[in-house]
């Protein structure tokens, strides 16, 4: 704590320096509070001393009792502790010229010293002039108050639910009621300020001013030199709107005797009022009636502002810089009695680390001290190359958090401002050796790169140095990130996407779902994508999972069927759209592109199917206009479903495959609103992959079904297999083949291993991992196995080479992670390769496209059969109920009753039995909606309508003649999830 200016009344604290009268230069403090300070508040001869633990301490003249100390004395010559309240933890302090306010933790506010013009807020009937010990102020003790501020001789106070008190004298208007009056003696609530949410208040002598959250500045009182900004000097008794103010962002007032200054959020500082003594810093002594920037201090960025009577303070990083009246050394500039435009104040070194501040600007200020720092002991960073950075992160994790740490909150500012000026922004595209690169694994220890408001100043031009890296620099950076350890690379991809959530959670952008493409926020998306490419550097082991670079609840703050719409559009790839940066979108995100996407293809499949109409019409006027051409119309008879439906198939091509579809079974009339769609691929799919046909197998372990590997039909079968799979699909209808998981890593060109061999021969994986375990090297001895795999073909054996001459190499402990690879190669991809082609072909003929891509095979799995995560409530609030049942019916609570006493395998098979999957679809239960209607005769077992989610559900007598019935109905259910 520094201090200087008037210390007539030992008001300025110094040790061993009590009688000096005159500070005229900052003096370091050396009281044993000075270090724990939070707050100070001074009147003209007292000064208020706030600590962190919430006492109260007061020194200076005590004429009236504004100390509080309940003592006779005049003056406290050194800070003492404030008694009367010291059973509460203080959190706010203010001083008017002779009185003082202070406000507990529980929104409090207590007053003493003098009353001369009722500014204590105390009783009226108590009529003293003075009160030397704190009392609270009744009229405000049960309002919470959460801000004070006083005047000369008048005091505002603010409450939690944003009302405005104020009390005192009032013959300029200063209390802001209206009128005018001598005084106000009891606190009275400012109504004209009803309903705006204040965010300040401030007091300059006898006038007053109010902030609004959104930087509205509101004034009143005495006006007599355009200290209210106003363009006149009429006073004013009502809060008076500070219209010139409106769009420069002001964040913070502070009012003098007659002057007053605002500080904007981008650190500029405007003044206006009296200007005799250079208070207002515009290098003259006329009265500025209009707020009117302080143009000396233009480039600067000023973080906070303070006034005395007749100056003013700004602080500019680790600089305070101070104009107007100094005769009393205010200005702390020796020799200097006023100062029309802001000055340094110069500042003496703390004499416990005299050197500190110059210490950390010379490291902090220097890209080479900074890369020089941290580095590994025993000459391990000598070499510094693409593999060796030679930085002990370690260290530098611990540097940082000790100065995240630290209180000095100037020491904190000099270490931010000359990281962003002189690290961030000098950082070259082309630096001469890998040793100028270090920063880029240090500077992302530091702790302020976790705070995303900061990303104009420090994350985005973080981001930027390292996009406008040429292309060797930019892959030592990429290597050596991508050789640190998973935590670390989490942390670098969190500091990216903390920023990203932020401006996606900022007002404007809810408000029309759109996000800002700013400068900061492009190199930051930009720099993710390339943190997501080096994560999947190697596919099979990624440092990172996938869903660490996904944000939540995407879609609810950006309008994606916009984005994408725009980013299809956008054919020159200038312009920023969400969509250029997918790998955020989590797998709900992903599926709502999906249908997005369908639903843009069949407005485009039918768009040219009517422009093929009307054509045909000019050309041909016999030719009539049927709107079934507008849809993909496939009629097939229940008997010869799979030969009707593939000969159809077979005769389209993929514009007609991409218009809606329509099903219609030979001698039915029902209309297809979905329900018969559903019903067809249901019994399409469960023929189609009847080993009768022999196209597919089940795994006899687990159920999968897979390729087989000598299939009695030619790959054109396979082909339209893969269309009708992919038909079903594009039209929304989710149904569940139990394909592995390696089907749609296969789909999307991811590498297959070992673990997806787990899902069609478990014992086979099982063994191949012991065979890879197996620590001792007689390999050969113990398995007896060669590259060469068996496999029987009508009671036949055939041997497959996995390498050439395969059955006379064995299988040693150097190459069997090769035999493996090559094993697992075999089954999952050779063996079926032609008929998996000739499947991709015919799906890709109708899902292909830029949106499949952006799935990991694990979420397209779940888009297509979907997932496992039950809600059985939600399930049960969702059920309509037709045809005379209701919620209330005996009937159905008996049947929720049971429905819930299931256990979750014959819930999950009942969900089977009446929709045709046991599964939940990826937008989760909400989109499951069964109904229930009534069958009068009990005799029979519940009935499922699969096509329509519809269950015809008996009047049964008992609830455990409705258990039992149930039960024995859905253990009926058979096949893989087709009925």
Avoid at 635 to 651: E, F, K
């Amino acid at each position: 704590m520094f201090c200087w200016g008037n210390a007539t009344h030992h008001e300025l604290y110094i040790e061993g320096h009590e009688t000096i009268d005159l500070i005229i230069k900052p003096m370091l403090s050396k009281w044993k509070e000075s270090n724990h300070i939070r707050g100070i508040a001074a009147g003209e001869f007292h000064t208020l001393y706030l600590t962190n633990q919430g006492n109260l301490y007061s020194c200076g003249s005590n004429e009236v009792g504004q100390l509080g100390r309940n003592t006779d004395s005049k003056e406290g010559k050194i800070p003492g502790f404030v008694e009367k309240l010291k059973e509460f933890k203080i959190s706010a302090v203010a001083c008017g010229l002779q009185h003082s306010l202070a406000l507990n933790e529980w929104g409090q506010p207590y007053s003493w010293g003098c009353n001369s013009m009722g500014q204590l807020g105390l009783d009226p009937k108590n009529d003293s002039i003075s009160h030397n010990v704190p009392s609270i102020v009744r009229t405000l003790a049960t309002k919470n108050v959460v801000q004070i501020a006083c005047g000369s001789y008048h005091s505002v106070a603010l409450t939690n639910s944003g009302d405005l008190y104020a009390w005192g004298a009032n013959s300029y208007g200063q209390c802001g009621l209206g009128t005018m009056s001598s005084k106000e003696i009891v606190p009275q609530q400012i109504t004209s300020l009803l309903g705006v949410p204040i965010a300040l208040i401030a007091c300059g002598s006898n006038h007053t001013f109010a902030l609004s959250k959104s930087g509205a500045v509101f004034g009143w009182g005495k006006n007599t030199h355009g200290q209210l900004g106003l363009q006149h000097k009429d006073n004013r008794c009502y809060p008076s709107h500070l219209k010139s103010l409106r769009d420069v962002k002001v964040c913070h007032i502070t009012c003098g005797e007659d002057f007053t200054a605002f500080l904007t959020l981008d650190g500029g500082v405007f003044t206006c009022g009296n200007g005799e003594y250079g208070q207002t810093g515009h290098g003259t002594t006329r009265d500025e009636l209009f707020p009117r920037k302080v143009m000396e201090l233009m480039g600067s960025t000023v973080t906070q502002v303070a006034s005395g009577r007749r100056h003013l303070l700004c602080r500019v990083g680790d600089r305070i810089l101070a104009c107007g009246y100094g005769a009393r050394g205010q200005l702390g500039c020796p020799h200097m009695t006023f100062s029309l435009v802001p000055t340094p104040v110069p500042f003496t070194p703390n004499d416990d680390s005299p050197d500190l501040m110059a210490y950390l600007e010379t490291v902090f200020g220097s890209i080479a001290c900074v890369n020089g720092s941290f580095l590994l002991d025993n000459n391990g960073h000598f070499g510094c190359n693409t593999k060796t950075p030679g930085v002990d992160l370690k260290k530098a994790e611990q540097a940082f958090l000790i100065v995240s740490r630290y209180e000095n909150t100037s020491i904190k500012e000099l270490i931010f401002s000359h990281l962003t000026e002189n690290i961030i922004k000098k950082m070259k595209v082309s630096p001469p050796d890998a040793e100028a690169l270090r920063m880029f694994l240090v500077l992302p220890l530091y702790h302020e790169m976790r705070n995303p408001r900061r990303h104009p100043e420090l994350q985005g031009p973080f981001a930027e140095a390292y996009n406008n890296l040429s292309t060797h620099p930019q892959r030592i950076v990429n290597l050596w990130w991508e050789a640190q350890s998973p935590d670390y690379f989490e942390m670098l991809v969190d500091i990216f996407k903390s920023v990203v959530v932020y401006e996606l959670r900022q007002p404007a952008v809810n408000a029309n779902k759109k996000i800002y493409f700013t400068h900061s926020i492009v190199q930051i998306l930009n720099t993710l994508s390339s943190l997501n490419k080096i994560n999947f550097t190697n596919p099979k082991k990624p440092k990172i999972s996938a869903e660490c670079f996904y944000i939540e609840d995407l879609c609810t703050h950006v309008d994606i069927a916009t984005d994408y719409i725009n980013w299809l559009s956008d054919h020159s790839s200038t312009q920023p759209h969400m969509c250029n940066y997918p790998f955020l979108f989590d797998v709900q995100c992903k599926s709502l592109l999906l249908k997005i996407d369908q639903q843009l293809q069949m407005q485009v499949a039918i768009s040219r199917a009517t422009t093929e109409i009307f054509t045909r019409l000019f050309t041909d006027p016999t030719y009539g206009f049927h709107q079934g051409n507008q849809f993909l119309n496939l009629t097939v008879s229940r008997n010869h479903i799979v030969r009707d439906t593939m000969l159809q198939i077979s005769n389209h091509d993929t514009s007609h495959l991409k218009k809606p579809l329509r099903v219609e079974f030979v001698g039915e009339e029902a209309e297809d609103a979905g329900g018969v769609r559903k019903e067809f691929f249901m019994l399409l799919l469960k023929e189609i992959f009847d080993p009768v046909y022999g196209m597919f197998k089940q795994s006899e372990e687990t159920n999968m079904i897979w390729f087989s590997n000598n299939p009695f039909e030619d790959d054109i079968m396979y082909y339209l297999i893969g269309a009708i799979y992919g038909l079903a699909i594009y039209n929304s209808i989710i149904i569940y083949v139990p394909f592995p998981l390696v089907l749609y890593k296969k789909i999307l060109g991811e590498s297959v291993m070992l673990d997806d061999l787990s899902d069609l021969y478990p014992t086979l994986a099982n063994s191949l991992k012991s065979l890879l375990e197996y620590p001792d090297d007689d390999v050969e001895e113990v398995f007896s196995l060669c590259f060469a795999v068996n496999t029987e073909v009508f009671d036949q054996i055939q041997v497959h080479h996995l390498k050439e001459d395969g059955v006379n190499v064995p299988v040693t402990h150097e190459n069997k992670e090769e035999y493996v690879d090559l094993y697992v190669d075999f089954l999952l991809n050779k063996s079926v390769e032609n008929q998996f082609k000739a499947f991709n072909k015919g799906f890709q003929k109708v899902c292909g496209g830029r949106i499949i891509k952006l799935f990991r095979s694990h979420e397209l799995m779940s888009v297509v059969i979907g997932n496992e995560e039950y809600d059985w409530e939600l399930f049960e609030n969702n059920c309509e109920y037709k045809d005379g049942y209701s919620a209330n019916d005996q009937e159905i609570r008996w049947f929720w009753e049971v429905f819930h006493e299931l256990t979750l395998e014959d819930k999950k098979k009942f969900l089977l039995f009446l929709t045709g999957s046991d599964r939940v679809p990826i937008q989760g239960m909400k989109d499951i909606k069964i109904r229930i209607q009534p069958v009068a005769d009990d005799r029979y077992f519940p009935v499922a309508h699969t096509c329509f989610n519809l269950l015809d559900l008996p009047r049964y007598k008992t609830k455990e003649r409705l258990k039992y019935y149930l039960l024995q109905a859905i253990q009926q259910t058979q096949g893989f999830s087709l009925v």
